[in-house]
C-alpha cells in the first residue's frame, strides 16, 4: 500500500508546488515542456516523480556504497569489494535481497498505519527533492517558497517516524519514536534561524536565486554565505550542519535508531522492503539536506574563479554547475559518513542540552549580528 | 594476620561462637587453608564483628559455597559388629577477603543433614551474600532464614530439586523434552 | 470564576490526576550490549529507570557438577568456557588449585610461561571490553582497531597451543607445549607495538569529549558500595580502592615483576564513575605490556627450553583435603574451592566467579539512571556471561 502511497503524495507535493508558485518567478521546466496550459500539470507531476524517484532512488545506491566503502576504509578493513567492481553493486544485491524477504507485520501491530509509515517519510523527503536547483534551469519547480517548502516537507518525516514507532506495538520502538520526535523538532529551531539568516541576507526564499546570488566577488568566493558577516557567516553554517545532522538522525545524533541500546529503535520491527524505505529515506535525506546547505551557505554551483554567468548561461555551463553542486553536495555526505564512524552517540538528555543551551541562542546572536551588520558598520562610519 | 592471629581475635570478640578451630596439621580433617567452624545461630553475629572490628576488616565476602556430605553406612565386615551410620552434614563454606589489612580467613558452618538445612542470611552484613545464598539455594538446597528474596538465580524457576547434591537424579525429561 | 466546573484545585492551581503507568521493559536476553545472555527487567517512568532486576542463568553449564565426574586434566576444558575471553587465567586459576592441593610442584619455566600467557590474555580481554564498550555508546570503530591487536595475540596463542579462544593450554604440574621458535620475539615486538597503538586509542575514544560526557558522573560506585558488593578487580580499582592480588597476595612469580597498579582517581568526574572503571581497563593493558616484557627477558634468561611439566602421576589421584586458590583474573578474583577425596575426580569444585559478585549491584545501582546509562554501567563493569553463570 505505501508502494501506490509513496508515488501519489510525491506528485501531490509536485503539483502543491507548482500551483503555489506565484508567476514570473521562472517557469517550470516541466511544464514549458508539455505546453503551458494548467493540464498540463498532470504528464509534468507524473514525469516530475519518475525523475525524482531515479535521482533520489538511485543516489542512495552511491551513499550506502559510500558509507560502508568509507566505513571500511576508516575501520582498517576493505568494506564491500566482491559485488561488482570496487563492491559497487552490494547496495543493488542488498536491495534486491531485502524486496524478496517475507512481509512480516506483527500480529498486535496497527496494519494500517504500520504499512503507511515507511511511505510518509520516503514522500515527504522526494518531494522536497523537487525544490533542490541543480542548475540554474535544472530545478523541477521553480517556486518562491523554496527552502521553506523544503523543510516543512522535511517535517513530514518526523510524523512518519512517530507513526512508525507507536505502529510496532513494541516498547523499544515507542522510545526511540519518542526521542525522536523530541530530537527532530527542538534542532528544527536552530536550524530555522539559520535559514532565517540566509534569507534575510539574499531577500528570497528561493534555493535558484539564492544560489544565483552568490556568484562572482573576490575570487568567486566572496558572495558565499559563509565568508560573509565574518564570522557568523561561519558559524550559522556549522550550526546549521549539526542541526541538519540531528534532523536526519545522524550520528552522533542517532539516537532513535541507537543499535546498541533500542535493539534497532522505532524501525526495530521493519524488515524487508518497508525497512528499506527508511535506509533510503535516510540517505535521500543526507543528500537534500547537504544540497540545500550548499545552495544557501555554499555558493551553489558557482566554483572559485569561474564567472557565474558562464555556469548559468551555456550549456556546458548548466551541465558543469549540476556537476558542482552534486560534488558539494556529496562531500558534505562525505563528511556526514565521517563523523559517524568517528564519534560516540550523545544521549537523549544531552542532545537536548546541546540544542537548547548552545545552538539555539548562538544561532539567535548571529541572527541579532546579521541584522545590526550593516547599520552598524554604517554608525561607525566604515560602510 | 596470620590465621593463628585472626582466630585468636575473633574469639576474643564473640566468645563462645567458634565451635572448632582446624589447622594444617589436623589429622582427621586435613586441608591446606585452616578455618574455623562456627555455630550456625552465630553466623551473622560473627560476619558482624569479621566486618565491623579494627584488626579484622574484612570487608569482602568472596563466596559463599556449600559442600554435601552424605550419610556413611560403612560395609558390614565378617565377625565385626554392626557397622553405625556415620551421619552425614552440609558444609556452608565462607571465604572472607581484607582489602585493607590484605588477610584472608575461611569459616564453616556445619548443618545437620536434612532434606532442608536452614542457615542465618549475612545478606543484611554483606550485600554480596544475596546472589551466592541464592545460587547455594539453587544448586544444593540450603534454605537462608531471612533472605529478601531467595529464589533459584542459575537454573530455571520452575525446576525440580537441588543438583549439586549427591542424591541427585537428574530428570528424564523437562517440560516435554526427553533427555535421553 | 473558573469554567472547567468541577475540577480539584490547590489554591489557584488545577491539580489534576494524570495516571501514567511505568513502562516495563525487558533487556532481553538477546540484546545488542548486555554482553551475553544477561536479562534485565527494567522499570521506566519515561527515561528514568525505577527498578531493574536481573535474571541470570542462561547459559548455566553445571561446571561445578561436572567437575566432580570428570578426572582433573579432563576438567581443564571446561574451565576455559567460563571466562571465555580470558580462559589462560581460568586454566591457570584451577590448576593452581589442584597443585595446591596435591602439593604440585611446577617448573620454573612452566611459571613464567603461565604469567606470559596470563597477561597477554589480560591485555586481550581488555581490548575487547574496550570495543564492546565503544560500540554500546555508538562509536563503531575502536572495536575494529582494538580487534586488530586482539588478533595477534590470538595468533600467538594459536602457535603456542594451536587454539584461539579456548585454550586448555595449562595442566595442573604445568604447561602443554613448550614455546616454539621465535615466539618469544614475536611476543617482544608485539608489546612495542602495541604501546605504541595504544595512543591511538587513548585519542579516539578515551578523551573523546562525547566519550566522556556519557561516561562520567554515570554510575557512581563509591567504594563501601564497592566493597560490600565483594567487587574486585579493576571494576574496585575503578572505585579507588588499591588492592590487586598480584601486588597484595603475589602468585606465581609476580614479586618478582615491577608494575604499577592503576586506580580511578576521579580524573573526569567522580571517583567510581564509569570513566574510572574503563580508564583502569586502559591502564592495566599498558602494565601487562610491561610484565609481559620482564617475564619474557626472565624466562630465555633463567630457564632452559622444555622443563614444562612438574613431576606428576600418571593419572592424578589428590589425597582428601581442601584448598581455595583466587588469582587475578581480568574481571576480578576468580577463585577454585576444590575439596578432593583421594579419587581421581574433584568432590567438590566451587568457582567464584568475578562477574557473578560483579553483577550482583545491578539492581541496587540502576534506579535514578537512565535508560541510556543502564548500558554504559552495563559495559563499564565488563561481564563476561559464562562466568557469572558457569
Known sequence: MSFGLVPLIAALNVRAAEVAQAGDAGESALRGLFGGSPWAAIPSAIVGFILIFAVAGGLPVILVWAERRGAGRIQQRPGPNRVGPFGLFQTIADGFKLMVKEDIIPARASRALFMLAPGIVLAGVLGAFAMLPLSKNAILVDTDLGVFLIFALLSLGVIGVVIAGWASNNKWSILGAMREAAQMVSYEIPLGICVLVAVMHYGTLNLREMCAMQAGGFAGIENWLICQYIPFGAITFVIMYVALLANTKRAPFDLPEAESELVSGFHTEYSGIRFSFFFLEEYAAMFLVSGVIVCTHLGGWNLPFVSGEFMTGSLVGQILSALVVITKALFLVWVMIWVRWTLPRIRIDQVMNLCYKYLTPISFVCLLAVTLWKPFWGWLGLM | ?180 | MSQLGDVPTVGNEVVLDVRTQDMEINMGPQHPSTHGVLRVVITADGEIITSARPYVGYIHRCAEKIGESVTYEMFVPYTDRYDYLAAMNNNIGFCMAVEKAADLEVPPRAVWIRMICSELNRIASHLLAFGTYGIDLGAFTPFLYGFREREWILSLFEKICGARLMYSYVFPGGVANDVPDGWFDEVLEFCDVFEKKWRDYDKLLTRNKIFIERTKNVGVVPPEMAREYGWTGPCLRGSGVRYDLREAQPYMYYDQVSFDVPVGRGEMGTVGDCWDRYNVRMEEMLQATRITRQCVQACIRDTNPGEIQGDKPKTLKVKPTEAYVGIENPRGELGHFIVTDGKDTAYRLKVRGPSFCNISILEAMLPGTMLADAVAIIGSIDIVLGEVDR
Open chain 2, 1 to 180: 594476620m596470620e590465621f593463628e592471629q585472626l582466630a585468636n581475635r575473633l574469639a576474643e570478640i564473640c566468645p563462645g561462637a567458634i565451635v572448632e578451630k582446624v589447622d594444617l596439621d589436623n589429622p582427621d580433617k586435613p586441608t591446606k587453608d585452616p578455618y574455623v567452624v562456627v555455630a550456625a545461630d552465630r553466623i551473622v553475629e560473627v560476619m558482624d564483628k569479621l566486618q565491623t572490628d579494627a584488626d579484622l576488616r574484612f570487608d569482602c565476602l568472596l563466596s559463599i559455597g556449600g559442600v554435601d556430605y552424605p550419610d556413611v553406612m560403612p560395609k558390614a565386615k565378617k565377625g565385626q559388629p554392626e557397622p553405625e551410620l556415620i551421619p552425614g552434614r552440609f558444609e556452608v563454606v565462607y571465604h572472607m577477603l581484607s582489602t585493607i589489612k590484605n588477610h584472608r580467613f575461611v569459616l564453616k558452618v556445619l548443618l545437620p543433614h536434612d532434606d532442608e538445612p536452614v542457615c542465618p542470611t549475612v545478606s543484611n552484613v554483606y550485600s554480596a551474600a544475596n546472589w551466592h545464598e541464592r545460587e547455594t539455594w539453587d544448586l544444593m538446597g540450603i534454605r537462608f532464614e531471612g533472605h529478601p528474596d531467595l529464589r533459584r538465580i542459575l537454573c530455571c524457576e520452575d525446576w525440580v530439586g537441588h543438583p549439586l547434591r549427591k542424591d541427585y537424579v537428574f530428570p528424564k525429561e523437562y517440560h516435554g523434552i526427553s533427555a535421553e
